[in-house]
């Protein structure tokens, strides 16, 4: 509020002032309107300058990109929304920015392309036949209920605005480890596999990590979970050990935070298998490095992309925040992230910005007919590839678990950090 009568204040004593030696013969004076600036606190899978750039453009206003770690940005988030006005991260962050009173709800009516978001999010499954997947699916977080809780019941209100999302695994080098078939014997056990001891990366993110661990983890037989998605104490302890026991023995490598380090990982041989998301695969692949995206037999790890609203962000920066939301489902956005593997929530309106042949690879699971450039110009498909895992569809229909904020979050927490420090 008082900014706002500071500058009509401002607007007043500048009005008199310029018409004063006019007396009634002062003509009408224009103000610039300032152009508003919003905040953006991200990961480096989305907080890209090429996007930044494209939307100061097409939206007349300023934006601000604070990439990092996915664990640094949701601590940043959730102890200081007035540090950001939008926020880009995975639907687990969800449960954490909304007790924590972070985000504020999405009002629908003023998302200009809701009815062309697909069922992914707003059901929990792309099509009849799908698994709906352990833990937080986002539909289940989505809608804002009177009492100020979260469901799948529709509302007025959601949490969250979806837009990016994928499947992830984990990449190896083809080089070193022969290429497995999808769905059939590419294992997530391999991350636990004594034949790759002291050449494994796994993602430092205790929402993310320790699904990619729990997988291997029951892959290799080493212990069966109730529910994935919603460990016991008992079964996180469990879990901790065997790992504690893989660590003292040499078996990891690395713990990487972001995108660019898990590329770095692998081009300079640190790792020959780790977890991966696309961006990595096809950074790596651009790098020269061969690595394949596995299409596990036990199924995916899910993410869903969520746009938040700060509860602290209003008045003209809250209008220009909505302004840049639409803009993501808007098209351009949605065919320049297919080019990293990554998908939009409504990829009819981004068909038509990218070459037929492009879509089909990305999207329908067609051969690549040509080489593809991934986001950084650099070739990451080769032609004749077939892309791991299939279609779209296909993809999204094998989800073993979403990432998830567990009833006992707060002690695999523990567990998490005491495992990285040990």
Same mark, same amino acid.
């Given at each position: 509020?008082?900014?706002?009568?500071?500058?009509?204040?401002?607007?007043?004593?500048?009005?008199?002032?310029?018409?004063?030696?006019?007396?009634?013969?002062?003509?009408?004076?224009?103000?610039?309107?300032?152009?508003?600036?919003?905040?953006?606190? @991200?990961?480096?899978?989305? +907080? %890209?300058?090429?996007?930044?750039?494209? $939307?100061?453009? *097409? #939206?007349?206003?300023?934006?601000?990109?604070?990439?990092? @770690?996915?664990?640094?940005? +949701? %601590?940043?988030?959730?102890?200081?929304? $007035?540090?950001? *006005? #939008?926020?880009?991260?995975?639907?687990?962050?969800?449960?954490?920015?909304?007790?924590?009173?972070?985000?504020?709800?999405?009002?629908?009516?003023?998302?200009?392309?809701?009815?062309?978001?697909?069922?992914?999010?707003?059901?929990?499954?792309?099509?009849?036949?799908?698994?709906?997947?352990?833990?937080?699916?986002?539909?289940?977080?989505?809608?804002?209920?009177?009492?100020?809780?979260?469901?799948?019941?529709?509302?007025?209100?959601?949490?969250?605005?979806?837009?990016?999302?994928?499947?992830?695994?984990?990449?190896?080098?083809?080089?070193?480890?022969?290429?497995?078939?999808?769905?059939?014997?590419?294992?997530?056990?391999?991350?636990?596999?004594?034949?790759?001891?002291?050449?494994?990366?796994?993602?430092?993110?205790?929402?993310?990590?320790?699904?990619?661990?729990?997988?291997?983890?029951?892959?290799?037989?080493?212990?069966?979970?109730?529910?994935?998605?919603?460990?016991?104490?008992?079964?996180?302890?469990?879990?901790?050990r065997i790992l504690n026991e893989k660590k003292k023995a040499g078996h990891f490598a690395g713990f990487w935070s972001s995108v660019p380090q898990s590329i770095d990982f692998m081009v300079k041989k640190r790792v020959v298998i780790e977890s991966m998301f696309s961006p990595g695969v096809s950074g790596a692949r651009g790098l020269g490095i061969p690595v394949q995206y596995a299409a596990p037999k036990e199924g995916y790890r899910a993410w869903h992309g969520v746009m938040c609203l700060s509860s602290k962000t209003s008045?003209?920066?809250?209008?220009?925040?909505?302004?840049?939301?639409?803009?993501?489902?808007?098209?351009?956005?949605?065919?320049?992230?297919?080019?990293?593997?990554?998908?939009?929530?409504?990829?009819?309106?981004?068909?038509?910005?990218?070459?037929?042949?492009?879509?089909?690879?990305?999207?329908?699971?067609?051969?690549?007919?040509?080489?593809?450039?991934?986001?950084?110009?650099?070739?990451?498909?080769?032609?004749?590839?077939?892309?791991?895992?299939?279609?779209?569809?296909?993809?999204?229909?094998?989800?073993?678990?979403?990432?998830?904020?567990?009833?006992?979050?707060?002690?695999?927490?523990?567990?998490?950090?005491?495992?990285?420090?040990?």
């Amino acid at each position: 509020m008082t900014k706002k009568l500071d500058r009509r204040e401002f607007l007043e004593k500048s009005s008199k002032l310029a018409c004063a030696s006019a007396l009634s013969l002062c003509a009408p004076t224009v103000f610039a309107k300032k152009t508003p600036t919003v905040r953006v606190l @991200g990961t480096h899978v989305t +907080l %890209q300058e090429e996007l930044r750039k494209q $939307a100061m453009k *097409d #939206l007349g206003i300023n934006l601000v990109f604070s990439p990092g @770690g996915s664990a640094e940005v +949701l %601590q940043r988030a959730s102890s200081n929304p $007035a540090s950001f *006005d #939008l926020y880009e991260q995975w639907s687990d962050s969800i449960n954490i920015l909304w007790s924590a009173e972070a985000i504020q709800g999405i009002e629908i009516d003023r998302l200009k392309y809701w009815n062309e978001v697909n069922p992914l999010t707003k059901t929990g499954k792309i099509s009849p036949t799908a698994k709906y997947g352990k833990g937080d699916a986002p539909y289940k977080l989505l809608y804002v209920q009177k009492d100020n809780t979260l469901s799948s019941q529709k509302s007025n209100f959601i949490s969250f605005m979806p837009y990016v999302h994928n499947v992830d695994s984990f990449g190896y080098n083809t080089n070193i480890i022969k290429p497995g078939v999808e769905y059939q014997t590419e294992s997530w056990g391999w991350l636990l596999d004594d034949k790759y001891k002291g050449k494994v990366g796994i993602v430092n993110a205790p929402t993310i990590g320790i699904f990619d661990v729990a997988l291997a983890a029951e892959a290799q037989g080493l212990m069966k979970f109730d529910d994935l998605g919603n460990m016991t104490t008992s079964e996180i302890d469990q879990l901790f050990r065997i790992l504690n026991e893989k660590k003292k023995a040499g078996h990891f490598a690395g713990f990487w935070s972001s995108v660019p380090q898990s590329i770095d990982f692998m081009v300079k041989k640190r790792v020959v298998i780790e977890s991966m998301f696309s961006p990595g695969v096809s950074g790596a692949r651009g790098l020269g490095i061969p690595v394949q995206y596995a299409a596990p037999k036990e199924g995916y790890r899910a993410w869903h992309g969520v746009m938040c609203l700060s509860s602290k962000t209003s008045g003209h920066v809250k209008d220009a925040a909505y302004e840049y939301m639409n803009w993501w489902l808007s098209g351009y956005p949605g065919a320049f992230i297919a080019r990293q593997g990554y998908y939009i929530s409504n990829p009819e309106r981004s068909r038509d910005l990218l070459p037929n042949d492009e879509w089909k690879y990305w999207y329908e699971g067609a051969e690549a007919v040509r080489d593809f450039k991934g986001t950084d110009g650099r070739v990451s498909v080769k032609a004749g590839e077939i892309r791991n895992g299939g279609s779209y569809i296909k993809r999204f229909s094998n989800i073993a678990v979403w990432n998830t904020v567990m009833d006992n979050y707060d002690y695999s927490l523990d567990k998490w950090y005491e495992f990285l420090n040990s």
